[in-house]
C-alpha cells in the first residue's frame, strides 16, 4: 500500500511584510488553497511558515502566488543580514509625504490668494483654478505613489484591500470635482502609513532588543600558542578556548576552564542578583561578565546555544496565532466586505429611495468606504500577544506560543512534582539518633564509610553530613550494594550495615526505642536509615528533600490569583508526599506514581478542572506534561530536553514566576481585549457619524490610523512590567 507523502513546511522571507494590510492579504491569497494547511505570518521579522501538501503544491508555486500580489518570498535563513536598504527605500515614504504636504499647502495658498477679494464666503465656496487644482494632483500623486503597485496588485487578484479602497475613494472625490478633500485623504492617508509604519517598527525594535544579547565576534585563544585572535561567533567549534573580560558579554555556551567571576543571567534566566561562577561551571551565551577575567571551553556552536534556541523558539511562538487572534481574523473577514456592501448601499439607496441629492451620498458611501479597513483592528491582538510572549521572555520565561500565554489566563487546577520542583532535590540530613546510649559520632562514621562506595542521592546527604560535622572516615572494604535494601561491608574490621527499617528487621529484632524512633520519623515524612554493627543497632538517620524556600508564599499567591486546586504528583512514599502537600499547603497529592501512572492523573484533572498545568524538570515529567493543557518546565536553561517537551519554560528555578506568569497573561489578554473594543468602537462611531450625514472622508482616516496607532502604544506597556 503506497504511503501518503509527508506534510512540509517551508518558511520565507518578505521584506514588503510589514503591515496588517499585508497579513491580510496573504491569509486571502493563500488560506483555503488546495494544498495548504497552515499559515504562520509574522509581520515582526518578516516570516511565512507554510505547512503545506507537496503532491497538491509546490514550493515555486507558493512562491509565484505572492509575486503576483507584488510580494517576493526567499527562503528562510537563520543568519540572513538584510542587505543595506537604498536612500529611496529608506526615506521614499517619507519625502513624498513632505512632497503631498508641500504641494497641499501651496494649492491651498493659491485658492485663497485668486479668491481673497470675494470674502471668506468666496474662498469656501469658489471651486479651485486651474493653477491650483494642478498643484492639488501633485499633492494626490506624491500622496499615493507607494499605493499603487499594491492596488494593482489587489485589482489583478480581485481581492480588494486598503490600498485599492483608497485610490477609489480619490478617484471618486474628484469624479465630484472634491479637488480639496481628494488632496487632503491623498496626504493624510500617506502620513497615516508613515506613521503606523514607525509605530509597528517601535514595536519591532522593542522586541527585538529584548532578545538580541549575543555578541558577534569572541575572542578565541589558539590552542597552541595561547594567542588571541577575535574570531566570528559562528566560525568558533565545541572545544576551542575563548577568553571573556569583565563587562562583557558571554559569546557562547561553555565551561569554565580558568578564572572566577560573577554572572548576570537576566537575558535568560530574568534573575536579577550575579551569580558566583567559577573553574567547571557552566556558562551561557548572553550572560554578561560582570567582573573579572575568565576562560571558557566552549560546549555548544552559536546556533545551537540555549540563547539562540530561545531566540528561534521565540520567533515561531510569535508567528503562531492565540485562539482569540483567530476569532479577530474571522471577524475581520466578514467584517471588511459587510461595510464595503453597506458602502455601495449609502451610495445608491438614499438617493434612489428618497430623492436626496448623489454627489452628498456618493460622498458619504466613500466615507464608509474607507472606514471599512481593519488595520487597526487586525494588529490589535498579535501585537499585544507577541509584546506578551517577549516580556515573560526578559523575566526568564519562554512560552512558546500564543496559545499558550492565553490558557495560562484560564488556568485553574496546576499539578506539580515534588523532587526538584518543590523541594530542591538534594535530600540531606535532618535527624540522627544513636540507640541504646551509643555515640553518634561512631553512627556517623559506619554509615559514611559505607555510603562512600554509593553513589545514591541519599548515600550522598549521609556522606555531605559526615564532612560537615567534621567526621574522618575511610571507606569501606568488602561494600556490596543490596538493591531495594541498602550497603553491607567491613569497617574498622567489622561487618557493618546500613538501609532501610524493613531490611534492618529481617537481621535481628529492632529495640523497643528504636522502633518507635522509626514510627514517628516516619509519621513526620521522613526518610529512615538504620545503621547497625552486625546483629547490634547503632543508629538511625532521618533523611529528608529540603521544600524549596518561598513555596508557601508561591502556593498562597497562586491561591489568591484564583487557581483554585494545587495537587502533587510524587513517586515518593505516601507519608513523604502528605508532608510536604501539608506543609506547602496544597489542596491534595497523589503518591507511588509512575510516571504513565503521573500522566493518568492528569488527565482526571483536565476532566474535572478544565485548564490545567503540570510543573516539572521536563525529563521524567513529560508524559504528564504532555497530558496537561500545559506543560512548564523548572530551571531550564541547562536542559535541552525541559526547553524542547515543555510548553513553556521557567529558564531559572524561580517558583515565583508561576503567580507572576498568570497576571501577566490575564494583563496580555486584558489589553488585547480593550484593544479590539476600541478599535471596534471607533469604526462604528465614524459609520454612526457618517450615516448621520457628518462625515467626511479625511476624519475617516484619522480615525484609522488614530486607532493603529493607539491599540500598537497600548500593547507596548506590557514592557513596562
Not at 470674502?119 to 479651485?128: C, D, E, T
Not at 477609489?168 to 472625490?173: F, K, N, Q
Not at 434612489?352 to 483592528?377: A, R
Not at 529540603?546 to 494545587?566: K, N, W
Amino acid at each position: 500500500m503506497a504511503t501518503a507523502a509527508p506534510i512540509r513546511w517551508a518558511s520565507f522571507r518578505i521584506d514588503e511584510l510589514d503591515c496588517p494590510d499585508e497579513v491580510l492579504l496573504i491569509r486571502q491569497l493563500l488560506e483555503g488553497h488546495a494544498g495548504i494547511v497552515q499559515l504562520e505570518i509574522d509581520v515582526f521579522h518578516h516570516r511565512l511558515n507554510v505547512r503545506y501538501h507537496p503532491q497538491e503544491l509546490t514550493g515555486e508555486e507558493l512562491v509565484d502566488k505572492l509575486a503576483r500580489a507584488g510580494m517576493t518570498a526567499h527562503p528562510w535563513e537563520e543568519d540572513y543580514h538584510a542587505p543595506t536598504a537604498g536612500v529611496w527605500q529608506q526615506h521614499g515614504r517619507s519625502w513624498m509625504t513632505l512632497v503631498s504636504a508641500g504641494f497641499l499647502l501651496s494649492g491651498v495658498i493659491s485658492h485663497v490668494l485668486a479668491h481673497l477679494g470675494d470674502g471668506l464666503r468666496g474662498v469656501l465656496v469658489q471651486p479651485p483654478a486651474t493653477t491650483s487644482i494642478t498643484l492639488l494632483c501633485f499633492s494626490m500623486v506624491a500622496g499615493l505613489v507607494h499605493l499603487v503597485p499594491r492596488a494593482l496588485a489587489a485589482l489583478r487578484l480581485l481581492r480588494p484591500d486598503m490600498n485599492l479602497l483608497m485610490i477609489i475613494a480619490v478617484s471618486g472625490a474628484v469624479a465630484i470635482n472634491q479637488w480639496f478633500e481628494a488632496a487632503t485623504v491623498s496626504f493624510l492617508f500617506s502620513l497615516s502609513l508613515w506613521i503606523e509604519q514607525k509605530t509597528i517598527s517601535r514595536a519591532r525594535n522593542a522586541i527585538e532588543g529584548m532578545v538580541q544579547q549575543t555578541p558577534r565576534v569572541a575572542r578565541c585563544l589558539d590552542n597552541k600558542g595561547g594567542q588571541v585572535k577575535e574570531t566570528l561567533v559562528q566560525r568558533i567549534v565545541p572545544g576551542q578556548r575563548v577568553e571573556v573580560w569583565p563587562g562583557e558579554r558571554i559569546p557562547l555556551d561553555g565551561i569554565i576552564i580558568q578564572g572566577e567571576t560573577h554572572l548576570d543571567q537576566s537575558p535568560i534566566t530574568g534573575e536579577s542578583l550575579p551569580l558566583a561562577r567559577g573553574k567547571g561551571d557552566e556558562v551561557f551565551a548572553g550572560t554578561l561578565n560582570v567582573e573579572s577575567l575568565i576562560q571558557l571551553e566552549v560546549t555548544r556552536r552559536s546556533n545551537e546555544s540555549i540563547l539562540a534556541r530561545t531566540l528561534r523558539l521565540v520567533e515561531q511562538a510569535q508567528a503562531r496565532r492565540a485562539p482569540i487572534e483567530k476569532w479577530v481574523d474571522r471577524f475581520a473577514r466578514r467584517y471588511t466586505p459587510l461595510v464595503m456592501a453597506l458602502s455601495l448601499a449609502v451610495m445608491t439607496i438614499p438617493p434612489m429611495l428618497f430623492g436626496m441629492p448623489w454627489d452628498d451620498w456618493f460622498y458619504n458611501g466613500l466615507v464608509v468606504l474607507v472606514i471599512s479597513c481593519p488595520c487597526s483592528l487586525v494588529i490589535s491582538t498579535p501585537v499585544a500577544i507577541v509584546a506578551g510572549l517577549t516580556s515573560a521572555v526578559r523575566r526568564g520565561i519562554l512560552i512558546k506560543g500564543g496559545q499558550y500565554l492565553e490558557a495560562v489566563a484560564s488556568l485553574r487546577s496546576l499539578a506539580f512534582d515534588k523532587t526538584g520542583t518543590l523541594t530542591l532535590g538534594t535530600p540531606e540530613v535532618q535527624q540522627l539518633v544513636a540507640i541504646g546510649g551509643g555515640d553518634e559520632s561512631e553512627l556517623l562514621e559506619v554509615a559514611a564509610a559505607l555510603e562512600s562506595t554509593n553513589r545514591h542521592p541519599l548515600a550522598e546527604s549521609v556522606v555531605r553530613y559526615a564532612h560537615k560535622r567534621g567526621i574522618e572516615f575511610e571507606p569501606a572494604v568488602q561494600a556490596r550494594t543490596l538493591h531495594g535494601r541498602g550497603v553491607e561491608g567491613i569497617v574498622d574490621g567489622q561487618p557493618c550495615w546500613i538501609g532501610k527499617a524493613d531490611w534492618a528487621s529481617e537481621r535481628g529484632s529492632l529495640p523497643a526505642d528504636a522502633e518507635r524512633t522509626l514510627e514517628t520519623m516516619q509519621e513526620e515524612g521522613l526518610t529512615v536509615m538504620v545503621v547497625g554493627l552486625d546483629d547490634r543497632v547503632l543508629g538511625i538517620l532521618a533523611v529528608a528533600d529540603e521544600i524549596r524556600p518561598g513555596v508557601e508564599d508561591v502556593v498562597d499567591q497562586l491561591h489568591q490569583a484564583g487557581v483554585g486546586h494545587l495537587v502533587m504528583l510524587t513517586g515518593d512514599a505516601a507519608p513523604i508526599a502528605e508532608a510536604v502537600a501539608r506543609e506547602v499547603g496544597l489542596d491534595g497529592f497523589a503518591s507511588d506514581l509512575l510516571p504513565e501512572e503521573k500522566a493518568k492523573e492528569v488527565e482526571q484533572l483536565v476532566s474535572s478542572h478544565g485548564t490545567v498545568a503540570m510543573v516539572g524538570d521536563g525529563v521524567n515529567d513529560s508524559p504528564a506534561m504532555a497530558s496537561a493543557t500545559i506543560g512548564v518546565s523548572m530551571a531550564a536553561i541547562g536542559s535541552d530536553v525541559a526547553i524542547d517537551t515543555s510548553d513553556i519554560a521557567l529558564m531559572s528555578d524561580n517558583l515565583a514566576l508561576l503567580p507572576w506568569l498568570i497576571r501577566h497573561a490575564r494583563r496580555t489578554l486584558g489589553i488585547v481585549r480593550q484593544n479590539t473594543i476600541t478599535s471596534i468602537l471607533i469604526k462604528v462611531a465614524c459609520l454612526a457619524v457618517t450615516l448621520a450625514g457628518f462625515g467626511y472622508l479625511w476624519l475617516a482616516i484619522v480615525a484609522d490610523v488614530g486607532a493603529t496607532v493607539l491599540v500598537t502604544s497600548n500593547s507596548l506597556r506590557l514592557f513596562t512590567r
